[in-house]
């Protein structure tokens, strides 16, 4: 990865001209993040979507610089969401930040086939890039928040999702643990099944670009000792995990956010993968670093191909 830090990252994509288009506007959070941004060299642009008075009122509340930016007054939430992607689609915006508007809503407007966002056959996801001193190297977890309960056919899609991803953050052959509450196949426990099917799917060339092992627990996946421990020796993914891929959102989202939330130096940015542009897809109750950080992931991730 070409870089090993979120300091680092936002180091190299400072200057960058990056205009940021906000559906819901009227969001503290965000607009902090979009401050941070500022401050940080990384905002040239934006254009804020919702209620005026109440985007207007936001603004002012956290000190954001009003003369940057343009306003479009909108009451309804689907409205505000198409009128970010028409933004992004007459060359206004680079990417969206997702501010006080429901992600149905949001991933409405995006999936809409007239404005041509997700190519033909893709599927989107969530993935969440993830940084701590606790761990060696930056990890991603997925899908957090888009597919709620994927075929394995969709696994498929939402590993090469994330392994493109990491290609772009320069990785160039990620390991991916498909993650498990136990490391042995069991025929009562689903995702045991299907984990190893993927990793069976990996060895014959169906999923490129990567290394898939599983089904594998957390411990195992982070941490080589533990592994050891378990008798899981000799492979190349265990203990040293660059994507942890989760078997449905009852099992993501919940990591996802225990992670930012009970995190001791714990780092995030989450973004949704598979669109033709970047999208920073977050919690809406994310803290505000969540958020810059995908800002400047989404900054980095707009200049690959």
Excluded: W
């Amino acid at each position: 990865m070409k870089f090993k830090s979120f300091a680092d990252l936002i180091n190299q994509v400072k200057g960058k001209s990056n205009r940021v288009v906000v559906p819901g506007a009227n969001n503290k959070e965000a607009l902090q993040a979009i401050k941070m941004a500022d401050e940080n060299g990384l905002i040239s642009h934006g254009i804020l979507i919702g209620p005026l008075a109440a985007v207007k009122e936001t603004v002012a509340k956290v000190g954001l610089d009003e003369s940057k930016f343009e306003f479009i007054d909108c009451e309804d939430v689907p409205t505000m969401c198409k009128l970010a992607v028409d933004q992004i689609l007459a060359g206004k915006g680079d990417f969206l930040i997702k501010g006080l508007v429901d992600t149905k809503y949001y991933m409405k407007a995006i999936l809409n086939k007239e404005a041509h966002l997700v190519p033909e056959g893709a599927l989107l996801s969530h993935f969440v890039l993830f940084s701590t001193p606790k761990y060696k190297k930056p990890f991603a977890v997925t899908d957090s928040a888009v597919v709620i309960a994927p075929t394995l056919e969709q696994k498929v899609k939402i590993i090469q999702n994330a392994v493109n991803t990491m290609h772009k953050l320069g990785l160039e052959h990620p390991k991916v643990a498909c993650v498990c509450p136990v490391e042995k196949v069991n025929e009562k426990i689903p995702s045991t099944v299907e984990a190893a099917a993927l990793a069976q799917l990996n060895a014959e060339g169906k999923i490129t670009g990567c290394t898939v092992e599983g089904p594998y627990d957390l411990y195992i996946s982070l941490s080589a000792e533990k592994a050891a421990e378990k008798g899981i020796t000799g492979k190349t993914v265990a203990g040293d995990a660059d994507i942890l891929m989760l078997p449905d959102l009852d099992a993501a989202n919940p990591l996802y956010k225990a992670l930012t939330f009970f995190g001791d130096q714990m780092e995030a940015a989450a973004v949704l993968v598979g669109p033709k542009i970047p999208v920073i897809l977050p919690s809406r109750a994310d803290d505000p670093k969540v958020k810059l950080n995908a800002i400047a992931l989404c900054s980095y991730l707009k200049d690959q191909k």
